[in-house]
């Protein structure tokens, strides 16, 4: 394009999707219909991106797991208006990994995000030498958003209508967009980026067969060393990345990954060519994940999460963003310990994410992490009654938000401000 001074353009508009045969719905997507392209960064680089909004009503860009200054975060104070445009310079100044976009506006994210508004954003290092990790996207690198929809009985997506204050859970699982989903495999070893960009719903998942596969990621970078896992756990917001080794797995049964109640969410079809033989190496990291020094930090900030419905605190109180709740200095590591305070009812699961860090799980309940959650993360699941402590860093100044990831309590105001000074 003449004169583009931007690597990529994201431009939130209204869309027509066709989830059933015949059955047009409304939703809204970047440069399209549903969802938006996948966005890459390469891992200490940047790249401009001129974000657009042309829905009637306004939105934001936020970048969930990108350590960006607060100016670009696209946090709840950071609108643009409709028929607005802006660019923004994304810089991956940490490790590669798999990241996402959505709009972030206060009281309006969870609609937006369920109407379609969700993307991918990988930073990337595949051009650095050691990596042996599947990296041929769309062949054997695969980004699955995995998310929840409620149609009603004319098969709408009205969100108004099937809104629910816990979050909406819908009983169709889609991902990337469409219902159905099926993957042929063509290549032995497989990566996947799996999404829960859910509004609300915890996904256990799972192989139909039982068999393990490995985990490599976490929100924000590798783990420490790859693990086997028989299953994982995603609650809204959080990133794994797996392999599975289908040359290992005989496709004489059907293989699908599957959810907790065994519901096939991705079958798969496998059609290997019996000479493709492949490997990844593993790696191990020799530094300790956490160090007996990070280990015994005090605790500075106590955060408890509590409620339930549209009845959800940070530290007893709702959202103002002309409050500040939290402060901390810049570049300087402060452990966290978050509470899911339980109620009468017993209390639910809450995914804590916060802006502008990408920080270490040190301990649940004073056990500390298994190797599965060590991995830089920027949102945990936090379960009735726990105590998690975190080790939180901010590269950058500004202020940020942190809140729970149910979109609805987000919207519900269960959401604060820390300044980074
Ligand atoms: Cu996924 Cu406050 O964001
Ligand atoms: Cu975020
Ligand atoms: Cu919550």
């Known amino acids: 394009q003449q004169g583009q001074d931007y690597d990529y353009e994201v431009i939130a508009q209204e869309g027509i999707t066709e989830f059933f045969k015949g059955i047009s719905t409304e939703t809204y997507g970047y440069n399209g219909d549903l969802l938006g392209p996948t966005l890459k960064i390469e891992e200490g680089k940047s790249v401009d991106v001129k ?28 609108e643009i208006q409709p028929g607005e445009s802006r660019i923004v310079t994304l810089q991956a100044d940490q490790p590669a990994a798999t990241l996402w976009y959505h709009p972030h506006v206060h009281e309006m994210t969870a609609e937006q995000v369920y109407r379609g508004l969700s993307g991918m954003l990988l930073i990337d290092s595949s051009n650095s030498e050691d990596s042996t990790i599947p990296n041929k996207y769309g062949v054997n690198d695969i980004p699955l958003i995995f998310q929840d929809r409620l149609f009603d009985e004319d098969k709408q997506l009205d969100y108004d209508n099937l809104m629910d204050e816990d979050g909406t859970l819908g009983d169709i699982s889609m991902i990337n967009g469409t219902l159905n989903s099926k993957l042929t495999i063509t290549e032995p070893i497989m990566r996947f980026r799996l999404l829960n960009g859910s509004n609300a719903r915890n996904y256990t998942f799972s192989l139909s067969n039982g068999a393990s596969f490995t985990q490599i990621a976490s929100d924000g970078s590798l783990l420490d060393e790859p693990v086997e896992v028989e299953e994982l756990i995603l609650a809204a917001s959080e990133r794994a990345e797996i392999l599975i080794d289908f040359s290992k797995l005989t496709s004489e049964e059907s293989l699908a990954l599957v959810n907790d109640e065994g519901v096939e969410l991705l079958p798969f079809d496998v059609e290997l060519d019996a000479s493709t033989a492949d490997s990844t190496e593993m790696w191990t990291t020799e530094e300790p994940f956490l160090s007996q020094e990070e280990k015994e930090m005090p605790v500075e900030k106590n955060i408890e999460l509590f409620g339930m419905m549209d009845m959800v605190t940070i530290n007893g109180k709702k959202f103002d963003p002309n409050r500040i709740d939290l402060r901390q200095k810049q570049g300087v590591t402060e452990v966290w310990e978050v509470y899911n305070k339980k109620d009468m009812m017993g209390g639910m699961i809450h995914p804590f994410h916060v802006h502008g860090t990408q920080f270490k799980v040190i301990s649940r309940d004073g056990k500390e992490v298994t190797p599965r959650e060590q991995g830089l993360k920027d949102s945990v699941l936090v379960n ?27 919207d519900g105001g269960m959401m604060g401000q820390i300044e980074v000074y």
């Not at 009654?385 to 940020?400: A, C, H, Q, R, S």
């Open 51 to 78: 974000i657009t909004n042309e829905l009637d009503e306004s939105t934001t860009f936020h970048w969930h797991g990108l350590e960006v200054a607060s100016e670009i975060d696209g946090g709840p104070s950071d």
């Open 384 to 410: 009735p009654g726990e105590k998690v402590k975190l080790l939180v860093t901010f590269p950058e100044k500004g202020v940020y938000v942190f809140h729970c990831h149910i979109l609805e309590h987000e």
